[in-house]
């Protein structure tokens, strides 16, 4: 009987060596080397962990489609989730307040509130913690009753330069609290050098922009739509004349599209994130975005190849919730798949992500289980 070479199986075949002079598993041979070879680092600084925010009671409130992700209460419960994610190293956030109802109109208004939410949150974060770097978002979606991230016309078409201005206010409002980058979201046209401008004209010449530079009508924005109460209100809708909620006018017959498509970019389309990129670097950009991150690594080295300026990527709530159903079922080693995501993020080019597994994937990175 054949007893094979010593360590190998009965039955494997004795043969002699190719002649191959590059043999690429010998820089994979062990873990030290592989590390010490490895091109794509990912690190707790690489992450801005997005929060949402919300005053509708002192307690954290779950978001059922994103199992773990909660709207935190405004005070403490935001400082402690901020506290925590901090200690493992993860020295960014991104605000996203949960605007009450009542506070919603046609044009959004509450946007610019120098005591809104939002601007609360940027000063209760920068007053605990003075060397937190504080994105904020920059839209009308969250403040619009439409859920539209520009003003909606009665014949349903969204507003540009009109929204631009308030845009503009907006991202003003934020600097004024204490914001460290503003993160214009919205995909109106010439926003980015607008805020530019508006901020400056203001003396925020070190504020800096974050370009939504290539964000795409997606179907992976579901669960965040949930997290915010803001998905766009389809068809036809009675609202009053007059967007200002301190007056009141007969209601009329106004349609609202039905989805961003009209704003956001095509997922079909490649070359286009060119022309955005192209526009957001004229325009004064910082930082330039891709949305949403895994469907579009594409994009991200398509950028990557085409601009000097740091580039950051949206990893969305619904990826972020198709890996916890996935993990919950058993069908995936959530640590492993999320680690993975990451570092395929950083190979892509992205030097910043934006991500909902930032606190957990820094612990897992410290070590912990």
């Keep these: 009987m054949d007893l094979g070479l010593a360590g190998y199986p009965i039955g494997t075949p004795v043969v002699s060596p190719q002649d191959l002079p590059s043999r690429p598993r010998r820089n994979r041979r062990s873990e030290n080397f592989r590390s010490a070879v490895r091109e794509s680092i990912v690190s707790p600084a690489n992450f801005i962990l997005p929060i949402f925010v919300h005053e509708d009671s002192d307690k954290n409130v779950p978001i059922s489609s994103m199992p773990g992700q909660f709207r935190l209460a405004f005070g403490k419960n935001v400082l402690d989730a901020v506290a925590e994610a901090r200690s493992y190293g993860v020295n960014q956030v991104v605000i996203f307040p949960k605007t009450p109802e009542h506070l919603k109109t046609m044009?959004?208004?509450?946007?610019?509130?120098?005591?809104?939410?939002?601007?609360?949150?940027?000063?209760?974060?920068?007053?605990?913690?003075?060397?937190?770097?504080?994105?904020?978002?920059?839209?009308?979606?969250?403040?619009?009753?439409?859920?539209?991230?520009?003003?909606?016309?009665?014949?349903?078409?969204?507003?540009?330069?009109?929204?631009?201005?308030?845009?503009?206010?907006?991202?003003?409002?934020?600097?004024?609290?204490?914001?460290d980058v503003v993160s214009p979201s919205?995909?109106?046209?010439?926003?980015?050098?607008?805020?530019?401008?508006?901020?400056?004209?203001?003396?925020?010449?070190?504020?800096?922009?974050?370009?939504?530079?290539?964000?795409?009508?997606?179907?992976?924005?579901?669960?965040?739509?949930?997290?915010?109460?803001?998905?766009?209100?389809?068809?036809?809708?009675?609202?009053?004349?007059?967007?200002c909620r301190h007056h009141f006018t007969p209601p009329i017959a106004r349609s609202s599209p039905p989805n961003k498509k009209s704003y956001q970019m095509d997922p079909a389309n490649y070359r286009e994130a060119v022309r955005e990129l192209r526009a957001d670097e004229l325009e004064g950009a910082d930082i330039m975005m891709v949305k949403p991150g895994m469907p579009y690594l594409d994009v991200v080295r398509l950028l990557r190849d085409q601009t000097s300026l740091p580039v950051a990527v949206y990893h969305v709530s619904g990826e972020y919730a198709m890996m916890k159903a996935a993990a919950e079922r058993g069908w995936l080693n959530e640590k492993e798949a999320v680690l993975e995501a990451m570092t395929c993020f950083r190979r892509a080019g992205a030097d910043l992500i934006l991500t909902y597994y930032s606190t957990e994937a820094a612990k897992w990175m410290a070590g912990e289980k």
């Design 107 to 179: 044009i959004g208004e509450e946007a610019f509130n120098k005591d809104g939410l939002s601007q609360r949150t940027i000063r209760l974060l920068k007053n605990a913690f003075p060397d937190l770097e504080v994105y904020t978002d920059v839209a009308l979606d969250p403040y619009n009753v439409d859920g539209h991230d520009g003003i909606v016309s009665d014949a349903g078409v969204i507003l540009n330069d009109e929204t631009v201005e308030f845009l503009c206010r907006q991202a003003v409002s934020q600097a004024q609290a204490g914001a």
């Design 186 to 243: 919205d995909m109106m046209d010439g926003r980015v050098g607008a805020i530019r401008r508006a901020l400056d004209s203001e003396g925020y010449t070190n504020v800096s922009i974050m370009a939504y530079t290539a964000k795409y009508a997606s179907a992976f924005y579901g669960p965040f739509r949930d997290a915010l109460a803001s998905a766009p209100k389809a068809g036809s809708a009675d609202r009053c004349m007059t967007s």
